[in-house]
């Protein structure tokens, strides 16, 4: 079932929304400049890959069509970091050297906060399609930054209330990647838990990513005689955990969040990876412009598009249309238009509250089945 509903359009109204009808007030000398920072390599790029190819989709279809913004050609300027914060450091740098108006990215929550405050001081917008930590828009310690995803209470809100409510469980076992995303969604998790009356957390217990035997974790959720799992990180750590519990013939559920809703965890997990139950961002496959996004990947890529590769497109479209409205790339400007500006996405015709968050776009809980992750009805 799509949650968010359907979101119709007409042609017009699209470039009206989309593209916004101002020119460029300032002058400026060369190209618009569009950071996209975010994993490209390693065990996480199956995150990373598809903003890279979002943001090229939409700059090219820009270009061609419209000769860029008000004239001016946009190029993209692409950075690894790898989804590690001591390298996204290096990258939020080297994206600022290389002159970048704005920033699509991080990926990761951790690697995003590491390079925030350098795109601060230089009063650089940067939006991330993917960074959930709570405090990269609550905290108020980063004004430049923007999401199109909702952020991790919300979705730990809802593992909990599935978990309560729908199943029926009342002792849960809560495991996190100690990282900033991972063990971030697990505290909220064990909070709304520990909140309950009847329910409880018989296990809260920190993996070190990247590990290969998970066992001794296995055999303390095992003691602990829980009812169920809810894991907060990514996928590597969540397919190894799955598969180490299966085999030992538990078959409790297993609930987790958008790091492991991800055809990657799929593949590495295999036949254990069925029945896994994973938060993600609402369907929004009905969207016209999400159906449009998906055939241009298809048709450039041969592929489909992966994981939050509709949040990185609506970021793309959002920053373009704040710097066309803003008539500029100066932050004041953009910052306004963000806040000010409907723009239709493949996620809905959306703006940006004050601290940054995307409006009325949320978490919908998903689960494997036969082989792929299906939206569940409310």
Known sequence: MNRFGNVLITAAAVLVLVF?????????EGPIKVGVAGAHSGD???????????????????NEQFGGIDGKKIELLVEDDVCKPEIATNTATKLVSDGAHVVIGH????????????????????????ATNPALTQSGDYPNFYRTIASDDAQARLQVDYALKEMGL???????????????????AKKFIEDEENAEVVLYEGVTPGAVDYSAVVQKVKRSDADGVIFGGYHPEASKIVMQMRKKKMDIPFISDDGVKDDTFIKVAGEYAEGVYA??????SKNPIAKKAVEQHKAKYGEDPGAFFLNAYAAAMALLNAIDVAGSTDYDGITKALQSEFVATPLGIIRFDER????GIGFSMYQVQNGKYVELEE
């Open 20 to 28: 916004g009808v101002s020119g460029m007030a300032a002058a400026q």
């Open 44 to 62: 996480l790029a199956s995150y990373g890959i598809p903003t890279v190819r979002a943001a090229t989709l939409v700059v090219e279809e820009r």
């Open 107 to 130: 990926i990761c929550s951790g690697a995003t906060k590491a390079a925030l405050g350098i795109y601060n001081d230089q009063k650089l917008v940067t939006m991330s399609p993917s």
């Open 170 to 188: 009342k002792k849960l076992a809560v495991i996190h990647d100690k990282g900033d995303y991972g063990k971030g969604l697990a505290e909220f």
């Open 279 to 284: 938060t993600g961002p609402r369907d929004t």
């Open 356 to 359: 940054g968050d995307a409006i």
